[in-house]
């Protein structure tokens, strides 16, 4: 590997590395979270906050989750050309576009919670949640104008950290006021009687959390701004030649002109979820089946989704780290860079996400039994479904910020479009044809995810002549994955025998898999030498390896 390579393919993997640490670090606090959370709710209640959150998400999505990518690709433009007078003015733009859109979110959700509810989601006991987290779009719209600059500024660290705050003060909050919520509505609910008030009220409860939550987050980067604009940006502005900046309409033009695909790509890319989850309830509405169509959605929301999206948060990490970064390659018309950016994103992706499908595929119902109460083997045939989507998934969210990256905003929202007709079919086919009840949700997401990836992969290839290594990428990991399975599989089995504990052989197995699969990698050369130098600790790494031979 040559050294610009090597500098390369280790900005990506330190700056990537960050936000999937947080990411990951976030996801699994947030599952914790969840482990109580439906203990204290139940799947009944997972089901109307799912519900809720699908709502909410996609608001979120259309008023102001794809800013902090969109400012970050404008932010790093400008300042790879030095330009810090005009790239302020766009954050001082971008914060004005927040209030805005967010603010126009928060009054149309809480508004017609009732309405978003009932007519679109089917699940009337949801608008009580959906009014609770209005306030919250908000909050995350002025938020992401904030994570947008500093990511565009080349640096992951606060997002990373005020990710992780955001969470632990999510948990925190979302627990306590669940059982608040929860014992107040069993009271009301007896009176009423109606069994399923209590889940309903608490699910609202839970998502006090998220505000609390994200007004914490939003306050650390608020005072990380403040902190930054006087150490350094200061000094920049005087150092900046430029006399005469943009004028504020044109900033906003072009804000909006930038923002609106990437809204429109990432809505039209995560809409399945809603588009799958209000054909799946009012299809078993029909049917009569109102208690099981809230419960299994709350067992594929609560628990199946939540496992899958630990891994599926490294791409959306490296789509946060190398946007910007190809942003800045292509103002430079540097195809060379911007390539192997694209190839060690990908390969760094795949080979945690691989594995990470595998072994949840195999060891998927201990692992649901371990964490969650209520309903288990339906959330283990999910996995054992559709654990290909985290592959997939990854992919295509990558493959989302590749494209958009360099410039083709545009593209992903066609392969999206297409990719959601696809579900949609699909979805009727297994719901209505085959009949097989959620387990059409699980199979439908996976051929979204299947045909997005597809997609965006031969785009990639067009616009940017990009040409995928397959066999460092995929052969060997999916080899030593596969190898992997089948040791963790045998292993689980025998301390299963002679434990008598699923969990604790569930958790050994865990162990013992991270072991396998990384030997494996060594041994069928998936991890170099480069490999080892670009991770942290990696000298270290290599040292033990090369002392058992596997490296010379």
Known sequence: MSKKKKTIAGSILVQGGILAIAGIVARIIGLVRRIPLTNIIGDMGNGYYANAYEIYSIVLLLSSYSLPVAISRL????????????????????????????????????????????????????AMALRVLAPTLLIFAV??????????KGTMVVTAISQ?????????????????????????GNVMMDPNYAPALGA??????????????????????????????????????????????????IIFLTVV???????????????????????????????????SMGVYSGKYKVLINLPIALANAMVSAIVPSLSASVSKNDRVTARMKVQSAIRITMVITIPCAVGLA???KPIVGMLFSGEVDMAARMLYIGTLSI???????????????????NVPVINAAIALVFNVLSLLLFLKGFKIGIYAVVLANLMFSLIMCVLNHIAIHKYLHYKQEVKQTFLIPALCSIVMGFATFLVFL???????????????????????????????????????????????????????????
């Open 362 to 364: 195999v060891l998927g």
């Open 204 to 253: 609202a409860g839970a998502t006090v959390g998220c505000g609390l939550g994200a007004l914490a987050s939003l306050f650390y980067v608020m005072v990380n701004y403040q902190l930054y604009v006087k150490k350094v940006v200061s000094k920049q502005v005087v150092m900046d030649p430029t006399r005469k900046t943009e004028n504020m309409g044109r900033v906003m033009l």
């Open 143 to 152: 938020m992401g104008a904030f994570r947008g600059y500093f990511q565009g």
């Open 261 to 295: 695909p990437f809204i429109l790509s990432t809505v039209i890319y995560n809409v399945s979820g809603i588009i799958n989850q209000s054909i799946y309830n009012h299809h078993m509405e029909a049917l009569g089946e109102f208690d099981l169509k809230t419960l």
């Open 494 to 552: 025998l301390l299963q025998l002679i434990t008598k504990s699923s969990k604790i052989a569930c958790i050994i197995s865990i162990f013992v898999a991270m072991i396998v699969y990384m030997v494996m990698m060594v041994v069928f050369r998936g991890f170099t030498k480069d490999t080892f130098q670009e991770l942290p600790a990696g000298d270290k790494m290599l040292r033990f390896f090369q002392r058992f031979g596997l490296f010379r």
């Open 164 to 188: 992780i705050i955001e969470q632990i003060i999510l948990v925190v909050t979302s627990l306590v006021f669940a059982k608040i919520f929860f014992t107040i509505g069993s009271k009301y």
């Open 391 to 409: 592959i997939f998934f990854a992919l295509s969210t990558l493959g989302n910020g590749v494209l958009q990256g360099i410039g083709k905003i």
């Open 75 to 126: 932010v790093a433009a400008r300042t790879e050309k030095g330009q810090i007078k005009t790239t302020q003015k766009y954050f001082r733009g971008a914060l004005l576009f927040a209030l805005i859109s967010g603010g126009l979110a928060c009054l149309v959700v809480f508004s017609f919670a009732d309405t978003l509810a009932t007519k679109i989601m089917g699940e009337p006991k949801s």
